[in-house]
């Protein structure tokens, strides 16, 4: 049986995750039927002339194949409802609040391991607030970082590059078997990263039995 592969992506507010995910639903997808799914469909700016179905519907399915869907109170209905409609990939945005491991427990609890194959968990760190976040908010920001297979450095173009390098070897120190990635305003190729394709400024190779190689996504 060919499972739907997941991948949760997460952020504490602000972070630029759902940037990112916009970014991505721009690229042209081939090869791969990709669905999102998200907790507020406006957060994503889908605009009328890239939407098929109405722009309020609980499902919207853009020009490019990719399917995006809300997450309901029903969270495991969701995951199952994309399974059944025969979509390969799943990206999960998480709320900036919610604890990452909530959502991939989903999968355990319902029994939707079955239908679907855990694939690295990325998470959004912003470089330019890390340094008061942490502190902040100390064990909960640190849960999310440690969360993580692949950490995306955002904003990287709002912090010097000594206080860029502090940051990268905090984020280290606190999750070693991450793979670290730089980006600014959330650009990045995200196609590329699920496929397990690190640019020249990747700081360390993916490390870890966390972390799998997938040749699934090209683009056109």
Do not use: W
Not at 12 to 31: C, D, E, I, P, Y
Not at 113 to 140: H, N
Not at 186 to 194: A, K, M, Q, S, T
Request: proline letters at 5%; aromatic letters at 4%; glycine letters at 6%.
């Amino acid at each position: 049986m060919i499972k739907t592969k997941v991948n949760l992506i997460a952020g504490f507010l602000g972070s630029g995750k759902t940037t990112v995910l916009r970014n991505f639903l721009a690229q042209a997808v081939v090869g791969e039927k990709v669905a999102v799914l998200v907790h507020d469909l406006q957060e994503m700016r889908v605009t009328d002339e890239s939407v098929l179905d109405r722009p309020d519907a609980v499902t919207t399915r853009l020009k490019n194949g990719c399917v995006v869907r809300q997450i309901s109170k029903t969270f495991s209905e969701d995951l199952s409802a994309l399974a059944a409609m025969g979509v390969d990939r799943v990206l999960i945005e998480a709320s900036g609040s919610a604890d990452p491991g909530r959502f991939l427990n989903t999968l355990l609890e319902n029994n939707l391991i079955q239908q679907y194959r855990v694939e690295p968990t990325i998470v959004v760190v912003d470089v330019s607030a890390f340094t008061r976040l942490s502190i902040k908010l100390a064990y909960q920001y640190i849960m999310h970082i440690k969360a993580g297979d692949i950490l995306l450095l955002n904003k990287t173009d709002q912090v010097p590059a000594d206080e860029l390098n502090r940051i990268a070897r905090d984020l280290k120190a606190l999750n070693p078997r991450a793979f670290q990635m730089d980006t600014a305003r959330g650009r990045l190729d995200l196609i590329g990263v699920l496929e397990g394709k690190a640019p020249p400024a990747a700081k360390d190779p993916p490390a870890g039995p966390h972390f799998e190689y997938c040749t699934v996504l090209s683009s056109g």
